[in-house]
T-cell receptor
């Protein structure tokens, strides 16, 4: 079965600085990869997804992610972080049947 | 467009008591999911419905958890009896169909505390 590792439990960045959240997956076939964001007391919101094609994926709120098959990674990036980006970020890997497996999440704190 | 609705938002019970959660998916969404999110972990799928049929319940602890979606719309998740380790946020999600290409939309969740 597929699995996801998010190595960083908590990251702190200054407002305006760049951001990269790491995600490594394990799956025998071509994966379906997702990044979700969860604000306190809210459900998860999809930021972006990768199924096939261009390995650099653009999402909402200025986020992008790059799929690197050789490294089994799908890292999330943003060039300039805003205070409103403070939240919990989850990487997920899915199969065709939509059996998604989530990572444990990375909590992002934004310093003023 | 209305999102996924869940109630209650918070629930506190004693161990061995019973509890039920309700979910109303986005109109027209055939697939409904229940996830359990324990503090410090990512969501874990408990059960997936396609209309009113179960597609996947392999991770549902069936000795105490049950779920139904009788008319293919609303769904109820029940825990009977609850244990301390059931303390978690229970998330409901829905999608048009149950394939990875279709985005899952999540509700705000029900936070359960078992004392």
């Amino acid at each position: 079965a597929q699995s996801v590792t998010q190595p960083d439990i908590h990251i702190t960045v200054s407002e305006g600085a760049s951001l990269e959240l790491r995600c490594n997956y394990s799956y025998g076939a071509t994966p379906y990869l997702f990044w979700y964001v969860q604000s306190p007391g809210q459900g998860l919101q999809l930021l972006l997804k990768y199924f096939s094609g261009d390995t650099l994926v653009q999402g909402i709120k200025g986020f992008e992610a790059e799929f690197k098959r050789s490294q089994s990674s799908f890292n999330l990036r943003k060039p300039s972080v805003h205070w409103s980006d403070a939240a919990e970020y989850f990487c997920a890997v899915g199969a065709v049947s939509n059996d998604m497996r989530f990572g444990a999440g990375t909590r992002l704190t934004v310093k003023p | 467009e209305a999102g996924v609705a869940q109630s209650p938002r918070y629930k506190i019970i004693e161990k061995r008591q019973s509890v039920a959660f309700w979910c109303n998916p986005i109109s027209g969404h055939a697939t409904l999911y229940w996830y359990q999110q324990i503090l410090g972990q990512g969501p874990k799928l408990l059960i997936q419905f396609q209309n009113n049929g179960v597609v996947d319940d392999s991770q549902l602890p069936k000795d105490r958890f049950s779920a139904e979606r009788l008319k293919g719309v609303d769904s109820t998740l029940k825990i009977q009896p609850a244990k301390l380790e059931d303390s978690a946020v229970y998330l409901c999600a829905s999608s048009l169909v149950g394939t990875a290409h279709n985005e899952q939309f999540f509700g705000p969740g029900t936070r359960l505390t078992v004392l």
